[in-house]
Every structure is written in structure tokens, then in C-alpha cells.
């Protein structure tokens, strides 16, 4: 009888350590990410793959406006999604007490209750989508067990009633290195302003617009710099003023007739040109 059981108990182990690794490499993914998007975008197929679930959303906190969102790509655009931290919906609900939640039917308004009597479930996801909710499992990411940074949602248990025990110690594991992550972000982008904030700030293009140019420029089919200006019109002027500001030098845009000191050409920082 032993030695039946020892393939099985082999091949569950092999599991075990497989799914392991599998968490320890997302861990070291979302720690190695250098901005926002790098995460809500990049890494939600890795994240995902890991549950057995139908879809995933992972919400970041905007502390300004007092709102979690998400970024949903296309295949030409990114779509930004925000919900008011409210009973209002699951992952709302889970970011105002920052408590996970496990739901069999979202649906069921029994059930939602029961976790607390103002619940609901926001149904505008799928009535835009046609996707339909069934079981959800919600976690809050908070960075010092008290920061909200974010809630990590996954959606349809593709196997069982619910999300297991298991799924909610995993989801716990990832949300921990995302709280981390996200914690490290926000006093980064804080402290380092980006090349284009003069565009944003100035409203010659929006940050989701800007989003959406920096998804498209990842491709690599060409810079971010060419995108601005053919696809969102944005001048080359106001494009050299924002670098200038980053850089801090003077912008000096290009002319056959200007005369450059060989010199400045071996500091990037102390002259840029915006070809034609």
C-alpha cells in the first residue's frame, strides 16, 4: 500500500514546490518594478496564473481623491477604472476596512449581508462587460499593517463554490509584496518628478492620455516622444519646455543655423535638441 502511495505523494510535492517558486517569482517581479503601471498592467497575467480564477483586478489607492483604481488595457488604449472606498462593492468595501472578503455569489444579497448589512455588490463592471461575478475574493494590500495601498480582487473560481483556503494564504502572500512595492512607489514618484509632468499640469494632455502613450510607446514601435506629437498633437515646443524643466536646463529647439559648443554635446543634461 506504501509504495502506490509514494508516486502521488511525490507528484504532490513536486506540486507544492512548483507553486513556490511560482509565488516567489512574482514577488520578485513586483519588487523589481520601477513604476505604477509596471504592476497594474505588466503583471497581472503572471499574478493571475497563479489562481485558479477566471479574471483579476488589482486596484491601487489615489490618496488625493480618496479612491482605488484600476488600469484595464486594450488593444490600443488603457482604460482607468475608479471606485469610492464605500459598501458600495466588494473591493471598496475591502479597502475601507481593510479586511478580506470571500464571497460563493456575488449576487446573493443573504450572503453579502452577512459580511456586513450595507454590502453590495457594484454589478456596473458586468453589466458593461457582460462578464458575470460569481465568487470573489478580495484582499487589501496595506504597507505597516495600517497604510492602505490598494486591493487585490480576484474573480470566478474556475474549480469549487468558493476561493479556498489556500487561494486566500497565497492572494495574502502576494498582497504583502505589493504593499511593499506600492509603499516604495508612491515615495519615489514623491520624490522624482517625470519628464512629461509639464504637459499634465499645464492640460496639453491628460494623465490617462499620458498613460496610454507610455502602454503604446512599450510596444516598440516608436518613442513616446514621436507618439505625443503625431497621435495626441501635443507641440514640440511644449514637449522641449517639460524636458527643460526636468533637466533643468535652458531647451533650445533645432536649427541648422545654431552653433553648438562642442563642449555642451558631451552632457545630455546641459543641451537638448527636439529633432524635426
Known amino acids: ?24 517569482r512574482i514577488t520578485t517581479q513586483i519588487h523589481a518594478a520601477s513604476d505604477f503601471d509596471q504592476i497594474l498592467l505588466d503583471l497581472h497575467k503572471d499574478i493571475l496564473g497563479l489562481f485558479d480564477a477566471e479574471d483579476l483586478t488589482l486596484f491601487a489607492f489615489d490618496s488625493e481623491k480618496k479612491e482605488i483604481f484600476s488600469k484595464v488595457p486594450h488593444v ?10 464605500s459598501e458600495q462593492s466588494l473591493a471598496g468595501f475591502c479597502a475601507k476596512y481593510l479586511r478580506p472578503v470571500n464571497i460563493a455569489d456575488a449576487y446573493n444579497i443573504a450572503e ?5 448589512p450595507s454590502l453590495l455588490h457594484d454589478t456596473s463592471y458586468d453589466k458593461r462587460t457582460g462578464f458575470k461575478t460569481k465568487q470573489v475574493l478580495t484582499y487589501p494590500i496595506v504597507a505597516d499593517n495600517k497604510y492602505l495601498m490598494g486591493v487585490l480582487q480576484l474573480l470566478n473560481k474556475k474549480s469549487g463554490s468558493r476561493f479556498t483556503r489556500k487561494d486566500e ?20 514618484s514623491r520624490k522624482n518628478p517625470t519628464k512629461f509632468d509639464l504637459l499634465v499640469s499645464n492640460s496639453r494632455i491628460t494623465q490617462n492620455e ?3 502613450a507610455i502602454a503604446e510607446s512599450r510596444k516598440g514601435t516608436s518613442d513616446l516622444e514621436s507618439i505625443l506629437i503625431e497621435k495626441y498633437k501635443v507641440p514640440k515646443l511644449d514637449i522641449g519646455k ?3 524643466q526636468f533637466y533643468k536646463c ?9 552653433l553648438v559648443d562642442i563642449e555642451l554635446l558631451t552632457c545630455p543634461r546641459l543641451l537638448y535638441h527636439l529633432q524635426s
Open 242 to 244: 517639460s524636458l527643460a
Open 169 to 188: 494564504e497565497s492572494v495574502a502572500e502576494i498582497a504583502k509584496a505589493l504593499g511593499i512595492a506600492f509603499f516604495n512607489l508612491r515615495k519615489l
Open 250 to 258: 535652458p531647451y533650445i529647439e533645432y536649427s541648422e543655423r545654431t
Open 112 to 116: 453579502l449581508q452577512s459580511v456586513h
Open 210 to 212: 499620458l498613460d496610454n
Open 1 to 24: 500500500m506504501q509504495a502506490k502511495s509514494m508516486p502521488q505523494n511525490l507528484q504532490e510535492l513536486q506540486q507544492k514546490v512548483e507553486y513556490a517558486e511560482h509565488v516567489k
Open 76 to 85: 490600443d488604449s488603457v482604460e482607468e477604472v475608479r471606485i469610492p472606498i
